[in-house]
């Protein structure tokens, strides 16, 4: 049994070891990350992943609908297992959600979605803890003793892998924010040039002259920039 575990963890790190983050989204690359984490643990029939969600813990992705209704009571009351195994950097296992015992909130709340048993495995990153990859199952003591040693490895190669994917989007984004930036500015001097051109006016004036316009139109003023630009191109031709 323990080696058959281990292949599978095996499988599933391989799987997300050879992941490329640029190949998807970083929604679809969250959703591959539960999936796989079904496979390296096959008694889990639940997954989601807890993240900082503008500004604050919540339940990012999951594999079932009812993931995210029973991580709403640790979220309402700020105290569950997914939350202390963000926050504090450790594994969290709840042997029977039957029982009483801590994050009784959470406990009720899952009992009542038919998960018995959970653990909670931090996601960390090189700058600390980023989130906690969460595992539900419906049987009782589901997670024995060493299943969260078994899964530490398959949580660090997808906290790896889900801090590259945040890097490469937030670079990606920053740069067509920048590239729009520069389009939007040289069409305001092009622009600029053609009023300046036509009016005989100063820079300045024509730049008064395209803030007037973009005022009174309601229109950004790259909007009212690429429409003179658009339509002095059309005259040209």
């Known amino acids: 049994m323990a080696d058959d575990h281990l292949s599978l963890l095996e499988q599933a790190v391989a799987s997300l070891s050879q992941y490329f983050v640029g190949d998807q989204t970083l929604n679809v690359t969250l959703h591959r990350v539960a999936e796989l984490s079904m496979l390296a643990l096959p008694q889990v029939t639940h997954a989601g992943i807890t993240l900082l969600v503008n500004g604050r813990p919540d339940t990012a ?6 993931v995210l209704e029973i991580d709403q009571a640790q979220y309402r009351t700020g105290k569950g297992p997914c939350l202390d195994a963000f926050y504090n950097g450790v594994p969290c296992v709840i042997d029977s959600t039957l029982e009483t015992g801590d994050w009784q909130d959470f406990r009720d709340s899952a009992a009542r979605h038919g998960v018995l048993s959970s653990m909670s495995l931090p996601l960390i990153a090189n700058a600390g803890p980023i989130g906690a990859l969460n595992m539900y199952s419906e049987a009782e003591r589901a997670f024995a003793g060493a299943d969260s ?15 590259n994917a945040q890097a490469y989007w937030d670079a990606r984004t920053l740069s067509e ?21 036509t009016s005989g006016c100063s820079a300045d004036e024509a730049m008064d002259l395209l803030v007037q316009q973009s005022q009174h139109q309601n229109v950004k003023l790259r909007d009212i920039a690429r429409e003179i630009v658009d339509n002095a191109m059309r005259k040209r031709r």
Request: aromatic share 8%; glycine share 4%; hydrophobic share 50%.
């Open 177 to 197: 924010n920048m590239a729009q930036a520069m389009q939007s500015r040289a069409q305001i001097e092009q622009a600029k040039g053609i009023i300046m051109a």
């Open 61 to 66: 992705v999951f594999t079932h609908p009812e």
């Open 149 to 163: 040693e078994v899964g530490t490895p398959f949580a660090s190669q997808a906290a790896f892998v889900l801090a």
